[in-house]
């Protein structure tokens, strides 16, 4: 186009010095020039979450929209029907699909003054997977790699990964692209959300769709929307102190100190190396961070509302480390059922929502039991499920390598659940405690197949009175129910269960499904 411009204004400029001629061509130029503007603004032009490859959710309704030039008639056409928009003032346009029968593959156009196809579009289940490294964590880095990726023959699951930044306002258009399941190209989906739609795929039998939107080392907060966040009464006081404690970021600065650091870095590496020394480790890039993790709402506002509001089955939720230190870790409990009903209020439904609470983990000045916590009490809210993964994570890693069990516990709520299939959905859950005497009587539910101490006696109880002294307790299973005393406590008030970052303990139920860890007390 700049060619042709250019070719334009060089004849208007060049040609007959007859001013009428001179006159003319301009004029003509001048009009060309006006319709390659308009032309290029009248492009229609959807987000990048709708591409080759896709996957769209059965029995919705789906949205599909985008950009055109104000008051343009789109016309988006797929599976035989056809469906007419008009662009508002803004150049934007929405138009709702009639619900679809799990199918494909499909091809979606759509036209207005050009056309844009989408192929190989199939109709299935789609699940948004979010959060922070576990959740990010490639099937390349899960265990038994090899034999996983042999497996990969799995054409009908796909995945878009969204890969834009965070954002200081809500972003219309991410990044990305849907890529097919296959041996060559496995290796790049998120673990957590490959295994969970890899058990969907198999027990539902429709095509799976898998948006990934996550970035390692990120805190819940940088995933709620700001105005969510502000209106809060419970997290008032955080956002006053996050406020407070936040510097302007010279990013000029910033780099630069970080070049001059990166400089010396590699001068004493190279000495290191020559002396057989262990190398220094190297600076962080602060930019680079800043950018990744966002401030407050900046990767809900980056990576979350470019997907909004394209039809999904339900949300999958793997995060909370960031949150585990001891004056955060208190507000994980405010913080997950506002992004989950925010998120739902932003896509117009009340969607299925899952999480993955913290595995166990030996970090040290970390309160990993609390946020766990806030965790199992987000279980109130409606058609949401946890997978407990107490019994799958590793001591000195906190991105265990078990993504499959993961994923098969998500998988397992969401078919006994969203999909109406039999099957245990939950490990045993508290259901409520009465002192009796010297003992306390537990209540639980999701015992299907009845509570069970694996491996041997029940471990992981502590009890205590008045005062507050924690002791270790002996622990029986009676029916739906575990007894819990000591004799080091004669008058006991309260019970916890796997209240340690790395705890050993073995309740189950008859499914093999590990109970949560909690507290019967209300505080510390």
Request: hydrophobic content about 40%; some cysteine; proline content about 6%.
């Amino acid at each position: 186009m700049r060619m042709l411009i250019s070719s334009i204004s060089r004849f208007a400029v060049t040609s007959t010095s007859l001013t009428g001629l001179r006159a003319g061509t301009a004029a003509w130029a001048a009009v060309l020039l006006g319709s390659i503007a308009v032309s290029a603004r009248a492009e229609v032009k959807l987000p990048a979450i709708f591409g080759n490859h896709m996957v769209l959710q059965r029995d919705a309704s789906v949205p599909v929209w985008g950009i055109a030039s104000p008051g343009e008639e789109v016309t988006v056409s797929i599976a035989g029907q056809t469906v007419v928009a008009k662009a508002d003032a803004q150049g934007k346009w929405t138009v709702k699909l009639a619900k679809l029968s799990a199918a494909g593959p499909h091809t979606l156009t759509v036209t207005g003054k050009n056309t844009v196809s989408f192929s190989d579009v199939l109709v299935g289940e789609v699940w948004l997977g979010s959060g922070q490294s576990n959740m990010a964590m490639t099937v390349n880095r899960a265990k038994d790699y090899e034999q996983e990726q042999a497996a990969a023959k799995l054409p009908q699951v796909r995945m878009f990964t969204e890969a834009s930044g965070a954002a200081t306002s809500a972003q219309s258009e991410g990044k990305g692209e849907w890529v097919v399941c296959s041996p060559e190209t496995v290796g790049r989906f998120s673990a957590t959300a490959y295994f969970f739609g890899r058990e969907i795929h198999r027990a539902v039998k429709v095509p799976v769709g898998l948006i990934n939107s996550s970035v390692g080392g990120t805190p819940i907060e940088s995933w709620i929307a700001p105005a969510a966040q502000q209106a809060s009464p419970a997290l008032r006081e955080f956002q006053a102190a996050q406020q407070k404690a936040a510097r302007p970021f010279d990013a000029t600065k910033a780099k630069a100190k970080f070049d001059e650091d990166l400089a010396k870095w590699k001068e004493a590496a190279k000495k290191a190396k020559a002396a057989g020394k262990p190398v220094p480790k190297a600076p962080r890039d602060p930019v680079a961070l800043n950018q990744r993790k966002g401030n407050v709402g900046g990767l809900f506002n980056g990576k979350i509302a470019p997907l909004i509001p394209f039809a999904i089955r339900g949300a999958l939720w793997y995060q909370g480390e960031a949150n585990s230190t001891p004056e955060k870790a208190p507000l994980y409990q405010h913080q997950l059922p506002l992004l989950v009903s925010d998120w739902r209020a932003r896509w117009g439904y009340d969607f299925p929502f899952a999480w993955v609470q913290l595995p166990n983990f030996g970090g040290a000045g970390r309160d990993w039991p609390e946020v766990r916590e806030g965790m199992l009490k987000t279980l109130a809210l409606k058609d949401t499920g946890m997978a407990i993964t107490i019994d799958i994570g590793e001591e000195k890693d906190i991105h265990p390598k078990n993504k499959q069990e993961v994923g098969r516990r998500l998988a397992a709520w969401a078919l006994g659940t969203v999909y109406g299939q039999k099957g245990a959905t939950s490990g045993p859950l508290p259901a409520g405690h009465q002192v009796r005497g010297s003992e306390v009587v537990l209540s639980f539910s999701h015992a299907d197949g009845g509570l069970v101490a694996k491996g041997g006696e029940l471990k992981g109880f502590v009890i205590a009175g008045a005062d507050k002294q924690w002791k270790p307790a002996q622990a029986r299973i009676d029916g739906d129910k575990v007894v819990v005393a000591s004799p080091d406590v004669k008058q006991p008030l309260a019970v916890r269960y796997a209240w340690e970052n790395f705890p050993t303990c073995n309740l189950y139920n008859g499914a093999g499904l590990p109970a949560s860890p909690f507290r019967t007390d209300a505080g510390k």
